[in-house]
């Protein structure tokens, strides 16, 4: 249940960021990903997380002292 919660915010994030496109027409539906921007915006994330991960362990080592 986690994972597809999970896959559903990510393909939801990626919509939101425009790499990945969804158009209706004539009872068809289409799906584009923009190969690009998922690599810009999955690199863009990674390094967030770094940051995230860094400013954690920082914060943890100085309340330890």
Same mark, same amino acid.
């Given at each position: 249940? =986690? ?50 991960? =860094? ?9 330890? =002292?």
């Amino acid at each position: 249940m =986690r994972t597809l919660i999970l896959l559903g915010l990510v393909v939801g994030g990626l919509v939101v960021a425009g790499a990945i496109h969804i158009t209706q027409s004539n009872g068809t539906i289409q799906v584009s990903i923009d190969e690009q921007k998922v690599k810009n915006v999955a690199g863009s994330v990674a390094r967030e997380g770094e940051g995230i991960l =860094r400013n954690a362990a920082t914060q943890g080592d100085t309340q330890k =002292r």
